[in-house]
């Protein structure tokens, strides 16, 4: 038996409380090692005084990455306290116990030995801090709104292009805005979608508004508040949730704030809302670097100190305000893994007393256990999931590793954290799916169905309906299609009928067991449970292989005459 690849961590992503009275307990081992899984438990008061027995489980064998196999249970426990330890056989024979103190020999003293066991103390369903329970029955869409839809030309800027005109630069404007997209909510309905991410609309120079300079007030090329409210009036009449976008790792360098500090330096009252190393603020004479810190390597964005309790107080009443005046659902935080925890946890806590259902994302391009749950968010975008799709489907990564590389990630989080995980293939930091696949639309709807066969909340982009395409910043925030042309219309009315399948699904999506299998060139997702099997196969090879004989699927694509041609896939139910 391999001692090293066996681990637990209690109150960790190990452990969930699911409710009341119900933990979801995992444990890993070496792949290929272990035979069986015993987790034995008991109320540890009552067990101790006799009055209760140890109960016994079989842990069932769940999701396997390329070097580790994950066994999972529920235990059900009438008093909230519990105390669990592992008896783990080998494919041998050969047993071993395994609890706080680490290994013990499989004898009857040792399993009576309360030192043996992990602890859970007491299950606080509020500790748990479990996502709200619409989120994993959303398909989001993101937008950027200067790039959506023109719906008043009286805000444009000054130097507006046509919609859709010439080739897009970063300082390039078309006059974008919120009316626009409370023009085309109807059209957001048809396609199915019930969450819309909106990219920051607050005061900003710039296109994209991730240098904030008013976080009280929106762009005046946006609109008005009056826009925005009708925007998330008609949304929420629609079933759609609303979520902004929040920069609080920095501030652009034309808010009132960093101005202060330009012009009064050390005197600023400012002056410790940020990270200044030096003074007068800019770039030392000799090293020519900056004197501050900055998002990245950017001058025009000093980072924000919010550890000082002035910012941190500051930064949430802009987060209430928004909830409290106009009914927002959710906030998306960027750059979210820069900023101190201390601070998310003030923040989260004084958003989830004013709005208990409020959904909250932070930006992370990594693993990020460390910003989910322990009073934090309820998810991060989930990226490390998402882009092992694209190199799959680019024959960048064998089906084999794929499937490590998603179990792996789907084993990071706690399962109600992980049906909440943000899942997109693109976004406007990331080149546009249809670009990344090369043009090959059979790919790119086969991309588009395993995405919204995985554990999480999924994203589609702008324009990802109608097949836009884009290269990297700034040319995957080009103008949206208005007039798609045929094939970019069967493309919409694919992704619409994706879509409906996803949220008619969402619940068994979100809990049934998830299985792969690799038959020759064919990666095959099955998610069953007692009732229903969903399956998905998708051919991954360089030739055409047969369908699967005597099964209607509900979805394709690249299917003709009984052949599934490379990239393609079949969507089936039964």
């Known amino acids: 038996m391999q001692l090293a690849g066996i681990r637990h961590r209690p109150e960790s992503e190990d452990t969930a409380v699911l409710a009341a009275h119900q933990l979801q307990v995992r444990l890993q081992t070496a792949r290929d090692d272990v035979a069986q899984v015993e987790i034995l438990f008991a109320d540890s008061y009552l067990w101790q005084e006799g009055t209760t027995a140890l109960e016994r489980r079989i842990m069932q064998p769940g999701l396997a990455t390329q070097g580790n196999q994950y066994w999972q249970t529920t235990l059900t426990v009438p008093t909230n306290r519990v105390v669990y330890a592992f008896l783990i056989t080998d494919t041998i024979g050969a047993t071993v116990g395994y609890g706080e103190g680490g290994f013990f020999d499989d004898v009857a003293t040792n399993w009576q030995t309360v030192g043996n066991y992990f602890h859970m103390p007491y299950m606080h369903v509020s500790d748990a801090e479990l996502p709200p329970a619409w989120v994993k029955e959303t398909v989001w869409y993101q937008i950027f709104p200067e790039r959506f839809a023109n719906g008043v030309r009286q805000n444009d800027p000054a130097n507006v292009q046509p919609w859709g005109a010439g080739r897009v630069h970063r300082d390039s404007f078309y006059g974008g805005d919120l009316p626009g997209i409370t023009a085309h909510l109807d059209d957001l309905a048809a396609l199915g979608v019930n969450g819309l991410y909106l990219c920051p609309i607050f005061t900003s120079p710039s296109n994209h508004k991730y240098d904030t300079i008013d976080h009280f007030e929106i762009d005046p090329h946006f609109g008005t508040k009056a826009d925005f409210q009708a925007l998330v009036d008609g949304a929420h009449a629609r079933g759609m949730r609303v979520m902004l976008d929040a920069v609080f790792n920095h501030f652009g360098e034309q808010s009132p704030q960093w101005q202060d500090v330009i012009k009064n330096g050390e005197q600023s009252r400012f002056a410790d809302w940020f990270h200044i190393h030096g003074w007068p603020v800019g770039r030392d004479p000799k090293t020519k670097r900056l004197n501050y810190e900055t998002f990245a390597t950017g001058a025009a964005m000093p980072k924000v100190n919010t550890q000082n309790p002035a910012v941190q107080a500051y930064l949430i009443d802009v987060t209430?305000?928004?909830?409290?005046?106009?009914?927002?659902?959710?906030?998306?935080?960027?750059?979210?893994?820069?900023?101190?925890?201390?601070?998310w946890r003030a923040l989260c806590g004084a958003l989830r007393a004013i709005k208990p259902d409020v959904y909250l994302l932070g930006e992370s391009w990594h693993s990020s256990q460390s910003l989910v749950g322990n009073g934090q968010f309820n998810a991060v975008m989930n990226y490390p999931l998402t882009q092992p799709i694209l190199a799959l489907f680019n024959g960048q990564l064998n089906p084999e590793d794929y499937v490590g590389k998603t179990n792996l990630e789907l084993m990071m989080y706690r399962q109600p954290n992980q049906q909440a995980m943000f899942n997109a293939l693109d976004t406007h930091d990331t080149p546009r799916l249809l670009t990344t696949l090369h043009g090959q639309l059979t790919k790119f709807k086969s991309a588009l169905t395993l995405l919204m066969l995985l554990p999480g909340s999924p994203c589609i982009y702008y324009g990802t309906e109608v097949a836009m395409a884009g290269g990297a910043d700034p040319d995957n925030r080009r103008c949206m299609n208005w007039q798609p042309d045929e094939q970019e219309q069967q493309v919409r009315q694919f992704v619409t009928r994706l879509i409906?399948?996803?949220?008619?699904?969402?619940?068994?999506?979100?809990?049934?067991?998830?299985?792969?299998?690799?038959?020759?060139?064919?990666?095959?997702?099955?998610?069953?449970?007692?009732?229903?099997?969903?399956?998905?196969?998708?051919n991954l090879g360089a030739q055409a292989v047969s369908t699967v004989s005597g099964v209607s699927p509900i979805l394709t694509a690249g299917i003709t005459a009984n052949e599934m041609a490379p990239g393609g896939f079949e969507l089936t139910v039964a």
């Not at 949220?503 to 809990?511: E, G, I, Y």
Request: net charge negative.
């Open 500 to 538: 409906k399948f996803r949220r008619q699904q969402a619940d068994f999506l979100a809990t049934s067991q998830l299985t792969w299998t690799i038959d020759g060139h064919c990666l095959i997702l099955t998610r069953t449970d007692v009732e229903q099997t969903i399956q998905g196969r998708f």
């Open 320 to 343: 209430k305000y928004w909830i409290e005046q106009f009914g927002i659902d959710a906030w998306r935080f960027d750059v979210a893994d820069e900023v101190d925890h201390g601070f």
